[in-house]
């Protein structure tokens, strides 16, 4: 009767593991692996799949009370979104995120859902851009995110006044403006000032030193305007017909990867038309 027992127990053993190996994993765990997955769709280029499994990771996340985790998938499903060219579905994503990271007490992840939502809705062009920016500003101070405050500093410098606008310009580049995710869209909005003020030679030389920042911060849009307006300004030269054809050209590749064909199809016209100047 021993050695049956034994067999049982054995069996029974092996049963319990089998099992445990066949239950789904907790919702926690879940959120991880989801956002994992996401990350790996984003390096694929496949923002909607990422956003889709952002948004999952950011509920299950909630579902448990780990509202860090939440927030921090949130932001994410909102930049896939933005990636996407879905700004309307990002604003809602990041609203929630900064409410979620208020919640976890994590004011410099909260500041950065607060700069997404800005942007968001600067990108859909509707609702208070000026309110997240600010509110941004105070929580990345609180949490010791440099970064965070200089883009709050840019992002409210692209809505004042020249004079207001450079002296932010010069405080978001005291703080961090040496790191591509600082340095790119503060250049782009300098370049954007110096043209609007008539300095365009300055004005084409802020264009083409915010590319290189651009592209390390991995800001697609921006870097898609940066190359636009250095062609644009480098086409009006007409010395310069050899440069504006590789602007053209690259900001052609730009839009094709942003799945933005139109524009793809005008900057390779553009090119062929430089370039056709050139010879």
Do not use: W
Not at 165 to 179: I, K, N, S
């Amino acid at each position: 009767m021993i050695p049956i027992r034994a067999a049982l127990l054995a069996l029974a053993l092996a049963l319990a593991a089998a099992c445990a190996r066949a239950q789904r994993p907790g919702a926690e765990e879940l959120a991880i692996r989801q956002r994992m997955a996401g990350e790996t769709a984003r390096r694929y280029d496949d923002p909607r799949t990422a956003a889709s499994l952002y948004g999952r990771a950011s509920r299950n996340a909630a579902a448990v009370d780990r509202p860090k985790l939440a927030a921090d998938a949130g932001c994410r499903e909102g930049l896939a979104l933005l990636a996407a060219g879905d700004p309307r579905r990002a604003e809602g994503a990041f609203a929630n995120a900064a409410a979620l990271a208020r919640d976890a007490e994590e004011p410099a992840l909260a500041a950065r859902a607060l700069l997404g939502l800005a942007r968001a809705r600067r990108v859909g062009g509707g609702g208070d851009v000026d309110g997240p920016l600010r509110a941004a500003r105070t929580l990345a101070r609180e949490g010791k995110d440099r970064t965070a405050e200089a883009l709050a500093e840019v992002g409210l410098g692209a809505l004042a006044p020249p004079a207001d606008a450079r002296e932010r310009y010069a405080a978001a580049e005291r703080l961090a403006g040496e790191t591509p995710e600082v340095a790119g869209p503060l250049r782009l909005n300098r370049a954007r000032l110096d043209e609007k003020e008539g300095h365009a030679a300055i004005a084409r030389e802020g264009y083409r030193a915010a590319i290189s920042p651009l592209a390390a911060a991995d800001e697609r849009v921006g870097l898609l305007a940066a190359l636009q307006a250095a062609a644009r300004l480098a086409s009006a030269d007409p010395a310069a017909p050899g440069e504006a054809a590789e602007l053209h050209r690259r900001a052609a590749a730009v839009a094709d990867g942003l799945g933005r064909e139109e524009i793809a199809r005008a900057e390779r016209r553009l090119a062929e038309d430089a370039g056709a100047r050139k010879e």
